[in-house]
């Protein structure tokens, strides 16, 4: 017997490295915007390994030192930049110290049109940091160029070199870069400027401009996890957390608890022999517990309250909450996966297959929002 999709693996995008040639460009003349708010140090964003995220960090504390007339620059806009360039230097090894292996180096700028690149770009490092001797790379976690870097790369680990294949000497050297002579970060215009300033381009604005948003959002949940939560949300809370380390199953639990699963899931895993819960079983059991009747699937239980749409993003989110992702965020008759809202950007969820019931940041891919039943 075949039931309606309920869990399912969320799509990662790929990594795609863009090639940056930094192009001095003025700000433009457009109405000042408010300032953002100051955002806290986070421990924890899904999909940014954890010593890149230090380097966002340290970056971003350390910069008034380097720039003084430099203002409101924030972690998320270090992090959204290093997003669109590498992925957070996706499928490197980041050491301890922030040194970053194999280096990360774009198409040789040599005028071939290879990474959009036409226009020739003789070497200026003699091949200290790309490799080569006869024309320019783009190199590291933020693609800086060697001549770029020349005037404003950092060394931000106190080792006495300015590495661009370091992530925290790279993420102090972007930092200066978007500062240029002094500007407020956070004004949106002026930060618009800055990043059309490292890449010449409205498209890769926008790129980057999304993630700083995602970023921000993310960091910046209210309620530390499962704290404040109290009558039916911690009802519901307490229930999940209960069920940390059970097995995931396709198909599996109800209001009573975990239970064996059915076949198959879009992977071909089989429910059958496994006790334990899918995503959507976890949710419905959880609000069994307060009394609380939901839908089977994911899709369905969306439907169950009141829907908190995913532009109005994480912080107004509310713990016992549940949270949803889709193939497509506007389309609810895609969404595939479903969690319960812990606060501080957390959530306790069923994953997929071959994991366990487990707490973890919310996902990066596909977030479409909340809906509320308390």
Not at 13 to 34: I, N, Q
């Amino acid at each position: 017997m075949k039931r309606a999709l309920g869990c399912g693996t969320v799509l990662v995008a790929g990594l795609g490295v863009l090639l940056v040639v930094f192009v001095a460009v003025a700000a433009r003349s457009l109405p000042r915007t408010a300032a953002a708010p100051p955002i806290e140090m986070v421990g924890e964003v899904s999909g940014i390994p954890s010593r890149m995220l230090t380097a966002y960090q340290n970056a971003a504390g350390r910069l008034p030192k380097e720039v003084p007339s430099c203002r409101g620059l924030r972690w998320p806009v270090l992090a959204g930049i290093a997003r669109i360039e590498s992925n957070h230097a996706e499928g490197r090894t980041i050491s301890e110290t922030g040194d970053i292996t194999p280096h990360i180096l774009g198409p040789r700028l040599d005028g071939s049109g290879a990474g959009g690149n036409v226009t020739a770009f003789p070497d200026t490092d003699n091949g200290r940091f790309d490799g080569d001797r006869v024309y320019e790379r783009a190199v590291g976690p933020f693609q800086f160029l060697p001549s770029t870097w020349n005037g404003s790369g950092r060394d931000a680990n106190d080792d006495r070199v300015a590495d661009p294949h370091n992530a925290d000497d790279a993420a102090l050297g972007a930092a200066v870069y978007l500062c240029g002579n002094g500007r407020d970060l956070g004004d949106r215009t002026q930060l618009e400027a800055a990043i059309f300033q490292y890449n010449h381009s409205t498209a890769y604005v926008e790129d980057v401009l999304g993630w700083i948003d995602r970023y921000s959002q993310m960091s910046t949940g209210t309620i530390p996890l499962g704290q404040h939560a109290t009558g039916t949300a911690r009802t519901v809370i307490d229930a999940a957390l209960a069920q940390e380390g059970i097995p995931y199953s396709w198909g599996g639990g109800n209001a009573d608890g975990p239970s064996t699963g059915i076949c198959c899931s879009p992977s071909g895993k089989s429910g059958v022999h496994i006790r334990g819960f899918d995503c959507s079983g976890l949710a419905l059991y959880a609000y069994a517990q307060a009394g609380i009747n939901l839908p089977r699937t994911a899709a369905a239980q969306a439907g169950a309250g009141r829907r908190i749409p995913a532009s109005a993003g994480v912080g107004a989110l509310k713990p016992g909450d549940l949270v949803f992702f889709a193939y497509n965020p506007a389309n609810d008759a895609t969404i595939h996966h479903v969690g319960i809202y812990l606060g501080n950007g957390k959530m306790i969820n069923a994953p997929r297959p071959g994991t366990n019931v487990r707490t973890e940041a919310l996902w990066d891919n596909g977030f479409a929002g909340g809906t509320r039943l308390l």
